[in-house]
């Protein structure tokens, strides 16, 4: 019977770990979300010819408060976006503060065309629920209106609706020191190029 031979030992590469990257703490910026801006302007023709009395908000604000309008992206039922923290009628106008639901993509997305001011209207759905003619111009004066939802939108029907800041909440570096993954990782990769 014949005798297997061996063979002489070959050392192969092993594959080398990621190093771990570590990012700048001017870099780590990580957004919780948050905008402000006004949504509707008192006094102001819009494009559609109406204008919104000062008071019009506060009945349907108080019956729902900001969670229970919605807030979404296009007036796209189907593309909710986050949720109202505060929504407020004040000299100006109907003033809202929302928060993005950053774990999803799609907010992900717009809050970074936020940010790089791509996108920057805010628009109402509602229904008018009190109104009267102004006789110039065909102009329809709103007094009572339910509102529905706000959205995030490319083009506003009232020009002035729009975004007015975008925060950002900064986030530390960590380096590969501070956390015990990465401190692992840096051993192993320390004792696979040890050993290679």
């Known amino acids: 019977m014949p005798t297997p031979r061996s063979s002489p030992a070959v050392a192969l590469p092993l594959p080398r770990a990621p190093q771990p990257t570590l990012v700048p703490a001017s870099m780590a910026l990580a957004t919780d979300g948050t905008f402000t801006g006004y949504a509707s302007l008192f006094d102001t023709p819009d494009m559609g010819n109406d204008i919104i009395a000062p008071g019009a908000f506060a009945e ?29 009628e004040d000299a100006r106008g109907l003033y809202a503060e929302g928060q993005l639901s950053v774990d999803n993509s799609k907010a992900r997305d717009i809050l970074a065309l936020l940010r ?14 009190s109104a009267n003619r102004i006789s110039k111009g065909g102009l329809r004066r709103l007094t009572k209106i339910d509102l529905w939802e706000i959205s995030v939108v490319t083009f506003p ?7 007015t800041s975008v925060k ?6 960590t380096s590969s020191a501070q956390t015990p993954l990465s401190r692992r990782i840096q051993t192993l990769t ?7």
């Open 60 to 88: 349907s604000l108080a019956r729902r408060g900001p969670r229970g309008v919605k807030l979404l992206f296009q007036h796209d039922p189907a593309q909710p976006i986050g949720v109202w923290k505060t929504l407020r």
């Open 116 to 129: 790089s001011g791509a996108l920057d209207g805010l628009s109402i759905g509602f229904r008018a629920t």
């Open 157 to 163: 029907m009232l020009p002035g609706a729009r975004v």
């Open 168 to 173: 950002a909440q900064p986030r530390t570096a």
């Open 190 to 196: 320390a004792s696979i190029r040890a050993n290679t």
